[in-house]
């Protein structure tokens, strides 16, 4: 079993930045991947970022060039840098790992960029 524990979000306005961490706990010896996912209002729940332990990332065009995604294997956290936030971007993020052909999921933390 994984246990994952996001935080973080907040209210920003457009043009802003904010970092969400995402800590892991249990059995993280076998995570494979870790990232981040969002559930706009009305919307289904998409990618925003995936980073493989070998450090192979994948991110979703819409947010390009504005999210980096990062790992610290030593303190077994995932964090999401977002910077030139948009309205577009309001969701609730989940954190998300893979382990052992299992997904796990946080609780989710919501973002809201407005002015």
């Known amino acids: 079993q994984v246990q994952l524990v996001e935080s973080g979000g907040g209210l920003v306005q457009p043009g802003g930045s904010l970092r969400l961490t995402c800590a892991a706990s249990g059995s993280i010896f076998s995570i494979a991947v870790m990232g981040w996912f969002r559930r706009a209002p009305g919307k289904q729940r998409e990618l925003v970022a995936t980073?493989?332990?070998?450090?192979?990332?994948n991110y979703a065009d819409s947010v390009k060039g504005r999210f980096t995604i990062s790992r610290d294997n030593a303190k077994n956290t995932v964090d999401l840098q977002m910077n030139s936030l948009k309205p577009e971007d309001t969701a609730v993020y989940y954190c998300n790992a893979v382990s052992l052909n299992k997904v796990y999921w946080g609780q989710g933390t919501q973002v809201t960029v407005s002015s």
């Open positions: 980073m493989t332990n070998g450090g192979f990332t």
